[in-house]
Nanobody, 122 residues
Framework: QVQLVESGGGLVQTGGLLRLSCAASGRTFRSHCMGWFRQAPGKEREFVSG????????DYADSVKGRFTISRDNAKNTVYLQMNSLKHEDTAVYYCAASRIVSRAPTDYMYWGQGTQVTVSS
């Protein structure tokens, strides 16, 4: 069982930056791939970024590549999403999730946080 708690969301202007954190409970954190997803009103949940258990491999949606950076600190059971050059279209609820496999599909993730709101004003 893995419990996830996101933090770091908020209101920021276009071009600004935020860093999201996701703190995980449990001793199996390092064995899980971690992903960040987002969901805007009226839209489906979409993959943003993922990272393997060791942190050695990362993946990004085209829409955020070059602007967002995912990282993890297994000693702190925490995964981060550094978001730079934010755009209005990045506005969404951001969720972190844990999976046993590398995947962009939300259905492959067994554990989810409650989400944190990111609002980018234009």
């Amino acid at each position: 069982q893995v419990q996830l708690v996101e933090s770091g969301g908020g209101l920021v202007q276009t071009g600004g930056l935020l860093r999201l954190s996701c703190a995980a409970s449990g001793r199996t954190f390092r064995s899980h791939c971690m992903g960040w997803f987002r969901q805007a009103p009226g839209k489906e949940r979409e993959f943003v970024s993922g990272i393997t258990g060791s942190g050695g491999n990362t993946d990004y949606a085209d829409s955020v590549k070059g602007r967002f950076t995912i990282s993890r600190d297994n000693a702190k059971n925490t995964v981060y999403l550094q978001m730079n050059s934010l755009k209005h279209e990045d506005t969404a609820v951001y969720y972190c999730a844990a999976s046993r496999i590398v995947s962009r599909a939300p259905t492959d993730y067994m554990y989810w946080g409650q989400g944190t709101q990111v609002t980018v004003s234009s």
